[in-house]
């Protein structure tokens, strides 16, 4: 085998021993195509003895994967099946009955090797142990070419007994041996040794193709099994996302990944093409249901993402900085810079660039401290909220009406009330209250009362620009100017009354409306050359105490 190591995929079988992770046979099938064009180069494919439904979907991925090389498929040869099998005739009678009609077909059978489990478990002598491996192998063989054999427990075996174990099976026909670590329970010192040890004592092991298989009850299992291929196991049984009984097996991105990206100190190659990684990544997860953790090595949503300036700051000068693989070696598009509160103006302004705006001196500075506002209030800042902001900031060029303040009360206990606060453009602060059918309503009779430009609500939308409790609102409208000669229209040609639009942004939905409102209301009166008329103060209407000290406030100023 030289330096080429073996992928054994388990998912199908080990890894759908996840509590709840039951896939239908369609589900299995589609799953065993997507691993034989990844490059794996054998799929277990399921233990046929469980149940009619195994059965039928190892025998259908036999039956198709396991005929024809897939297009796209790094090697020519269509993947080898396994079907798994306790040491018993009625079992291997199953899993051959499920994979014979692969191309590469290969009968698995295990039994438990270490004294705890031939104890309590199997309630049998070593003797009895050897004899029933020496039987069951010798009886698969009888039917098929390539059988593995695994001493089940070989983490907890006694080492002497385990190469007696190993002897019998190369004895009775066994072509690959597999040494699983079942139960999670060794160091990668002590895996790599047992390892070490079956390559010093068992006779011909060199004629054999050893396997590694390794639980990570201990988050051990990647590293043991590079330990035990680094002691010369040339075959890794690995699971895509590490799914697998109790907390899984050693997860297959992994392993490759380590490989791939340290090169030159393990020198050893797989078939795997890693690009189509993270698509199989999700598509196990949709089948199986279980999640993958953010955080998880290679695959996980996490691990090309990068939050806190310092990073990012690296990341934008030279991303190998923070980064040891390229995120398009395992088929994720690009690196995420992801905007939040630790975030700075480098990857701040990066993101704004490669969205088509460029801030730079006192305007990054202003958007920069409004994104930092309102990533103190949400987890991540999108593109979406990005966009709100910027459209937020560039507003029309004459702020002609700014709000100061807004106040509004609304519920089913009384009318909707809302009180403005506006800066006019003769530089004085206006207050005015109205009520509405609603807050919105309310809030723009307010404004109305102390803008009146003579403009309309054309049009009104209102959109939850990311997800959450928490998301921004954005708001558009459109406003038209008013026609003096509404309803006698057609006796008069005059030009075609403008519209204009606005948006706003904010958590508060009901500040964004008023922005947006404020916005169109301000191109309105830049269209107009900036005319305006301030309201008489008998055009205010004064709903309660407090804003009348805030009107007679805002004249006094
Ligand atoms: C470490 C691993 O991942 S091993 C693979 C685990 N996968 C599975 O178990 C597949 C799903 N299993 C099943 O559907 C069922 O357990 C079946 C159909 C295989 C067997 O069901 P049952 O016949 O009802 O047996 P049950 O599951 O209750 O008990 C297992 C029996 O197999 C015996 N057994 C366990 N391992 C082996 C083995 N490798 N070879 C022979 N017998 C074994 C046990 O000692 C026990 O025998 P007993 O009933 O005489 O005490
Ligand atoms: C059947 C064997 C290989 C197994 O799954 C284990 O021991 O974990």
């Known amino acids: 085998m030289g330096n080429y190591v073996r992928i054994f995929d388990t998912t199908l079988r080990d890894g759908e021993q996840s509590p709840g992770a039951t896939m239908t046979s369609s589900e299995k099938l589609e799953i065993a195509k997507a691993l034989s064009r990844l490059g794996v180069d054998v799929i277990e494919a ?129 072509t690959v041996l597999n040494i699983p670590d079942t139960v999670g329970y060794t160091t990668p010192d002590e895996f790599g040794g047992i390892i070490s040890g079956i390559f010093a004592n068992v006779p011909n092991i060199d004629s054999v193709i050893v396997s590694v298989h390794c639980h990570n009850d201990l988050g051990l299992a990647t590293a043991n099994t590079l330990a035990g291929i680094r002691a010369g196991a040339r075959q890794a049984e690995v699971t895509i996302n590490g799914i697998g009984e109790r907390a899984g097996n050693t997860s297959l991105e992994e ?24 698509r199989v990544s999700r598509m196990v997860s949709t089948a199986t249901g279980i999640v993958v ?17 310092i990073h990012q700051d690296g990341m934008l000068k030279h991303e190998a900085t923070y980064e040891i693989m390229r995120p398009e070696s395992v088929g994720v598009t690009q690196t995420n810079l992801v905007l939040g509160k ?44 990005l966009e709100a902001l910027i459209h937020d900031e560039v507003g029309p060029d ?50 109305d009362a102390i803008v009146s430009t003579n403009a309309d609500l054309l049009e009104f939308t209102i959109r939850s620009v990311t997800e959450g409790i928490d998301a921004l609102g954005e708001v558009a409208v459109r406003i ?17 009354k403008r519209v204009f639009h606005g948006t706003g942004a904010d958590t508060d939905i009901i500040v964004a409306s008023v922005k947006a409102y404020l916005r169109a209301q301000n191109k309105l009166v830049q269209a107009t050359g900036g005319e305006w008329d301030a309201p008489s103060s008998r055009d205010v209407v004064v709903h309660s105490e407090a804003v009348q000290a805030a009107v007679a406030s805002s004249r006094a100023s």
Not at 161 to 167: I, R
Not at 259 to 277: E, H, M, S, V, Y
Request: glycine share 8%; net charge neutral.
């Open 46 to 174: 399921g233990f046929p003895a469980a149940s009619p439904d195994d059965l039928a979907a190892v025998r259908a991925i036999a039956e198709h994967v396991g005929r024809e090389p897939i297009e796209g498929r790094p090697s020519s040869e269509p993947p080898s099946i396994v079907g798994l099998a306790r040491a018993t005739k009625g079992d291997i009678d199953a899993a051959w009955e499920g994979i014979k009609r692969a191309k590469h077909p290969c009968l698995h059978t295990f039994l438990s090797t270490s004294d705890l489990h031939m104890k309590h478990k199997l309630r049998m002598s070593r003797e009895q142990v050897l004899a029933k491996i020496a039987e069951q192998v010798a009886y698969a063989k009888s039917l098929c070419n390539q059988i593995e054999f695994s001493p089940e427990d070989a983490g907890r075996t006694d080492p002497e007994f385990l190469y007696q174990v190993l002897d019998v099976a190369i004895r009775a026909g066994a």
């Open 255 to 278: 392993v490759v990944m380590t490989l791939a990206t340290r090169a030159p100190k393990f020198n050893l190659t797989t078939g795997i093409d890693t690009t189509q990684l993270t």
């Open 293 to 309: 953790q953010p955080n998880k090595a290679v695959v996980g949503a996490n691990a090309f993402a990068h939050e806190s300036g």
């Open 342 to 385: 630790h975030s700075g103006r480098a990857a701040l302004s990066a993101r704004l660039n490669a969205m088509g705006y460029s801030f730079d001196g006192p305007a990054l500075d202003r958007v920069f401290a409004r994104f930092k506002a309102l990533a103190d209030r949400r987890k991540q800042v999108h593109d979406a909220d």
């Open 398 to 447: 004459i702020e002609s009406f700014q709000l100061e303040g807004l106040l509004v009360g609304c519920g089913t206990m009384g009318m909707p009330t809302a009180t403005v606060r506006l800066r006019c453009p003769d530089g004085k602060v206006r207050v005015h209250a109205a009520v509405g059918t609603g807050p919105v309503d309310a809030a723009y009779k307010a404004v």
């Open 480 to 496: 038209r100017e008013r026609d003096e000669h509404e309803g006698v229209r057609a006796q008069h040609s005059g030009p075609e």
